[in-house]
C-alpha cells in the first residue's frame, strides 16, 4: 500500500528547495526534466498528458495514483537538489 506521507515529505521537500532557487536554476531543472520526459517517449510512446492532470484532480488518489505522485515529486527533488548544488556545471 503507498504511503501518502511519502509524497507529502517530498512536496515539502520540493517547495523548500524551489524557495532557494533562482529563476535560472528552476529553468535548468524544467530543461532537465523536459529532457528526461524526451528521452522516455522516445523509449516508451507518448506519456498521456490528460490522464496524468487527472491524478491532480482526483479527492482520494489510489495506491497507483500515490506512487506516481511520490515517485514524480522524487524526481523533482532530485534534479532540483542536484541544479542547487551545481552538481553538472563547468568548473573554471
Known sequence: MAD???FEQYY???DLLIE???KEQLAECARLL???LAH???LYGEVPLGK???ILDAAEPNNEQ???MASGMETLV???GNVLSGLGEEKH
Do not use: I
Request: charged content about 10%; hydrophobic content about 45%.
Open 4 to 6: 501518502p506521507s511519502e
Open 12 to 14: 515539502k521537500l520540493a
Open 20 to 22: 532557494q532557487a533562482t
Open 34 to 36: 523536459a529532457l528526461n
Open 40 to 42: 522516455y517517449q522516445g
Open 52 to 54: 496524468t492532470l487527472a
Open 66 to 68: 500515490l506512487e506516481l
Open 78 to 80: 532530485g534534479v532540483l
